[in-house]
Nanobody
Framework: VQLVESGGGLVQPGGSLRLSCTAS????????IGWFRQGSGEEREGVSC????????FYTHSVKGRFTISRDNAKNTVYLQMNSLKPEDTAVYYC???????????????????????WGQGTQVTVSS
């Protein structure tokens, strides 16, 4: 049971990247999925999430209008499309869920539990000219 992120890289300010979060060992479509990021020397920050039924999505204020979360259940994958990237978006991005219950609504997302949470290994996003 694991999550694997991909799609990170080096991009110039104003550019775009699409991150992927692919599940193995479980059906990702049954769970809400969250994206977090952590910059160097910074605390982990919740960026976005999508509910299991796709009815709710959340974006932290700094990425609203620039990032879009979506899922493709046939590919067992959740995506984070990131446009108009800024240097302050530089961070390692992680996807996560909780196999017990993971909260995602239009107003926020939870941190997975220690017992049932699943985190990917992270993918580095660097925005620099």
């Amino acid at each position: 049971v694991q999550l694997v992120e991909s799609g990170g890289g080096l991009v110039q300010p104003g550019g775009s990247l699409r991150l992927s979060c692919t599940a193995s060992g479980f059906t990702l479509g049954q769970y809400a999925i969250g994206w977090f990021r952590q910059g160097s020397g910074e605390e982990r920050e919740g960026v976005s999430c999508i509910s299991s039924d796709n009815a709710s999505t959340f974006y932290t204020h700094s990425v609203k209008g620039r990032f879009t979360i979506s899922r493709d259940n046939a590919k067992n994958t959740v995506y984070l499309q990131m446009n108009s990237l800024k240097p302050e978006d530089t961070a390692v991005y992680y996807c996560t869920t909780d196999q017990d219950y993971y909260y995602c609504s239009g107003t926020g997302l939870s941190v997975p539990s220690d017992d049932f949470g699943i985190w990917g290994q992270g993918t580095q996003v660097t925005v620099s000219s």
